[in-house]
């Protein structure tokens, strides 16, 4: 089964500009998760989708959206990037168990997004 | 949401057992203890987890104080690519994301 894949892997945007960025779930897996990684804060949940619905949210601005297709990938964007967006994307699909607190999530390698 | 507290930096040597250690004082009885880890580059990785009992996998194993209110992953013979971060991260049913600390960083020498 092929892994989660996450496009692109790099990205350069200059502060203002809007970037977005893809993911391919594991197939059959029907919940998407996105997290930032920077050295300061570490690893950040930014949003859930399960079936195209956004579940739960992270506490990002408004800046930072996602959506998610009937086929599981799904989207994120962040419009009107600060430099303060530099970061490694994550994104996790899991299989979404009735039970949560076993649930598995696999992550993608991610994107790295630098803002000049 | 209940906090994990784990030791910044570890070290080990090749083809030695390495116990991390993670407290978790605060956990509820129906959190869950999952390790995941991240290798250089890479996105996190799903190792282990469990409830009460100690767990194996083919990865490590999972040591479980009787109380639930620590936890120590064990990786039985340590190699270079176990040289990651490791996060002990406790879930219940409520939330699907991950709330990751900031890790043990085990560095593994030859």
């Known amino acids: 089964k092929a892994g989660v894949t996450q496009t692109p892997r790099y990205l350069i945007k200059t502060r203002g500009q809007q970037v977005t960025l893809s993911c391919s779930p594991i197939?059959?897996?029907?919940?998407v998760s996105w997290y930032q990684q920077t050295p300061g804060q570490g690893l950040q949940f930014l949003f859930e989708?399960?079936?195209?619905?956004?579940?739960n949210k992270g506490n990002f601005p408004g800046r930072f959206s996602g959506r998610q297709f009937s086929n599981s990938r799904s989207e994120m964007n962040v419009s009107t990037l600060e430099l303060g967006d530099s970061a490694l994307y994550l994104c996790?699909?899991?299989?979404?168990?009735?039970?949560?607190?076993?649930?598995?999530?696999?992550f993608g390698p991610g994107t790295r997004l630098t803002v000049l | 949401d209940a906090k994990t507290t784990q030791p910044n930096s570890m070290e080990s040597n090749e083809e030695e057992p390495v116990h991390l250690p993670c407290n978790h004082s605060t956990i509820s009885g129906t959190d869950y203890i999952h390790w995941y880890r991240q290798l250089p580059s890479q996105g996190p990785e799903y190792v282990i987890h469990?409830?009460?009992s100690n767990v194996n996998n083919r990865m490590a194993s999972l040591a479980i104080a009787e109380d639930r209110k620590s936890s120590t992953l064990i990786l039985h013979r340590a190699t270079l690519r176990d040289a990651a971060v490791y996060y002990c991260i406790l879930r219940d049913g409520s939330q699907g994301n991950l709330i990751f600390g900031k890790g043990t960083k085990l560095s593994v020498k030859p």
């Open positions: 469990g409830l009460t």
């Open positions: 989708y399960f079936s195209e619905t956004q579940r």
């Open positions: 197939s059959g897996h029907r919940s």
């Open positions: 996790a699909s899991s299989l979404q168990l009735r039970d949560r607190s076993t649930d598995t999530q696999y």
